[in-house]
């Protein structure tokens, strides 16, 4: 059982990229109720870096396994909320999308979770090395987790030691996954790969993606608990 660490907790990070802050995330967790809330937005825009205001909504059990996502998605050229119920009883998962009248219904393992809800199993469960089921927006992915020692890393909360983690996310049939939101399709690309480092306090400190050949930095700029 991984929850009730930390009751609550909000993470800001800007992400920066060629240089330059690109967009701003915010992350909520919420052990007590087990919930998430995030929220992205644009800070600058371009066609590498189109527009996007986006929020997501997450409940979870015990291991960080999501129950259901909703998705409020506004980008450029796309308006939309889906959601996707997991019943873990029956192993499987069902998406609606309110831009299209029929649900897809497809198989789950026991122990699937979705981009974010895995991040904060990483962050709050020191995990072992090895292989984890990955929802890649109702396809079969992995992210393969390898454990690369303690460092030092600066943020606004002072010099702080922590784990690095490296991560690589793949499709085993190495199919895309279906596009549905910017910020989700940036981290489910075949072999991009992310770093992430997390502090004996369990929090996400620092974080790099590198995917279809830009690495965007998520530099923590403010820290509730």
Same mark, same amino acid.
């Given at each position: 059982?991984?929850?009730?660490?930390?009751?609550?907790?909000?993470?800001?990070?800007?992400?920066?990229? @060629?240089?330059? +802050?690109?967009?701003?995330?915010?992350? #909520?967790?919420? *052990?007590?109720?087990? =919930?998430?809330?995030?929220? !992205?937005?644009?800070?600058?825009?371009?066609?590498?870096?189109?527009?996007?205001?986006?929020?997501?909504?997450?409940?979870?059990?015990?291991?960080?396994?999501? @129950?259901?996502? +909703?998705?409020?998605?506004?980008?450029? #050229?796309?308006? *939309?909320?889906?959601? =996707?119920?997991?019943?873990? !009883?029956?192993?499987?998962?069902?998406?609606?999308?309110?831009?299209?009248?029929?649900?897809?219904?497809?198989?789950?393992?026991?122990?699937?979770?979705?981009?974010?809800?895995?991040?904060?199993?990483?962050?709050?469960? #020191?995990?072992? *090395?090895?292989?984890?089921?990955?929802?890649?927006?109702?396809?079969?992915?992995?992210?393969?987790?390898?454990?690369?020692?303690?460092?030092?890393?600066?943020?606004?909360?002072?010099?702080?030691?922590?784990?690095?983690?490296?991560?690589?996310?793949?499709?085993?049939?190495?199919?895309?996954?279906?596009?549905?939101?910017?910020?989700?399709?940036?981290?489910?690309?075949?072999?991009?790969?992310?770093?992430?480092?997390?502090?004996?306090?369990?929090?996400?400190?620092?974080?790099?993606?590198?995917?279809?050949?830009?690495?965007?930095?998520?530099?923590?700029?403010?820290?509730?608990?």
């Amino acid at each position: 059982m991984l929850c009730g660490v930390l009751w609550a907790s909000q993470a800001e990070y800007y992400l920066k990229a @060629l240089g330059m +802050k690109v967009a701003y995330l915010k992350i #909520n967790i919420n *052990d007590r109720n087990q =919930t998430m809330d995030i929220h !992205t937005h644009s800070l600058f825009t371009s066609s590498i870096f189109p527009q996007l205001d986006n929020t997501y909504s997450i409940t979870f059990d015990n291991e960080y396994r999501p @129950l259901n996502l +909703k998705r409020d998605i506004h980008q450029k #050229n796309l308006d *939309d909320v889906v959601t =996707t119920d997991y019943d873990r !009883t029956k192993l499987t998962a069902r998406l609606c999308r309110q831009s299209e009248p029929k649900s897809r219904s497809y198989p789950i393992g026991k122990d699937t979770r979705e981009v974010f809800t895995f991040l904060a199993f990483l962050a709050k469960g #020191n995990p072992r *090395d090895g292989s984890y089921e990955i929802d890649g927006n109702g396809s079969k992915w992995k992210a393969v987790v390898a454990r690369k020692g303690s460092e030092t890393v600066k943020t606004i909360l002072g010099k702080q030691p922590a784990q690095r983690y490296e991560i690589r996310f793949a499709s085993p049939d190495q199919q895309k996954a279906p596009y549905i939101d910017m910020a989700t399709n940036n981290i489910l690309n075949q072999n991009s790969r992310i770093s992430v480092w997390v502090d004996a306090k369990q929090r996400m400190i620092k974080a790099v993606v590198k995917a279809r050949g830009i690495s965007t930095n998520w530099e923590l700029i403010g820290y509730k608990a």
